[in-house]
């Protein structure tokens, strides 16, 4: 076992490059998972209002009664300076004032003039604000137009906005009843660690193992060349397969049942297809890299374009067609497909015949790796026996 103790002694000296990509993504998905929420309640967005009631009637000082149920309600000076200054420091989101002759203007029907504004542009969230006042002005009118006189319609208005109204959002995906969206980016994600990891780790490794002195001294060893493959594979193997348990017990921690149930299954499986894919390029790269100071430049390109062009960073249904077109070449399209259709997110849905397709296609790349390899070690083993 001479060379597979020297296989791990060279892989010591490879680990820190490679564990600092497993750490880096551990803590990022711990903190996603920290800050994942797992309840489904829709809030309502309070903002900062200052209200200035010009009118000072019955029915405007309802609405900041209204207004200050749903709001915080900030004092800011009636000066365009100060106002504009609340506004840029966002001490508040709307100056609102509520113009003279508002009751009148209600009791006749008429909605124009009602009110001015300043407010901070772009916000959504004051967008929210005019539905809402909109919602209160339109159920005044109602009632007005329905014979009502100003005070009894205010009143009506403010015993229908008390009514709280429950909101529970539902997810018609079944999918992602047991594999949520974040154990669904963990196992995206996985698609850029693996590749990152096995070639930066990997690759040096192989790289020195297979240089012609150390392969010479092999060579003249009573060791037969089978039994010098054998170790080196078994050493790759034990190398990869800790990489794969490690992340998956890092999944197990974070996710817990979510990983034990048939999409939580059918992800490792995935996964597990895909680690192939990588431990085989890693492979090609040792045999044909010019050399060491090259493979972290090659890792990276490697790993960022099939991320980028497949879907890994950048969801696959914001891609465009070309992109996509291109990304189908590479096995990480398929594996982000299978992905995406096990946690129902990029509008894909579970069919386990197009999953099976997606592993089937992530195997084929795999083999045709292995072919390649087989190939070239095959031929520069020739060269160097003939030379």
Known sequence: MQVFKTFMKVMKKHLLS????????????????????????????QLDISITDLDNSEASRALAEYIGSSHDIVEIEDDKDKILDALYYRRADIILTINEGYSEKLSAGETEGLFSDYRVPGS???????????????????YTAGGMDIT??????????????????LDFSVS???????????????????????????CPTLLVMTKSDIRNRMNC??????????????????????????????????FKSMLFNEKGLLAMLNGFVYLIFAMLLAFLLSVIAPGKNAINV????????????CGVFVPQELLSGTVLSIGKFL?????????????????????????????????????????????????????????
């Open 152 to 169: 009894e319609a205010v009143a009506k208005a403010a015993e229908l906005s008390a009514n709280e109204i429950e909101v529970e959002t």
């Open 221 to 254: 060893s009573s060791l037969s060349l089978t039994s010098q493959m054998t170790q080196l594979i078994a050493g790759t193997l034990i190398v990869v397969a800790a990489l794969y348990i490690i992340l998956m017990t890092v999944a197990a921690v974070l």
């Open 331 to 387: 096995p990480a399209y398929w594996y982000v497909r299978a992905n995406n259709m096990i946690s129902g997110t990029g509008g894909e849905t579970f069919v386990m015949s197009e999953y099976l397709v997606c592993i089937g296609i992530e195997l084929a790349f795999s083999a045709a790796m292995f072919c390649v390899v087989l190939l070239i070690a095959k031929t520069k083993r020739r060269a160097v026996s003939v030379n």
């Open 124 to 142: 959504y969230s004051t967008q929210f604000f005019d539905s809402q006042l909109n919602q209160y002005i339109s159920m005044i009118s109602a």
């Open 298 to 309: 090659i890792a990276q390109v490697i790993s960022l374009g099939m991320s980028f062009l």
């Open 176 to 202: 992602n009843a047991d594999f949520d969206s974040v154990i669904g980016m963990f196992f995206q994600y996985l698609a850029y660690i693996l590749i990152i990891v096995l070639i930066s780790g990997l």
């Open 18 to 45: 490679s564990m600092i990509y497993v750490t880096v993504f551990v803590t990022i998905c711990v903190a996603m998972t920290m800050t994942s929420s797992d309840t489904n309640e829709f809030e309502d967005s």
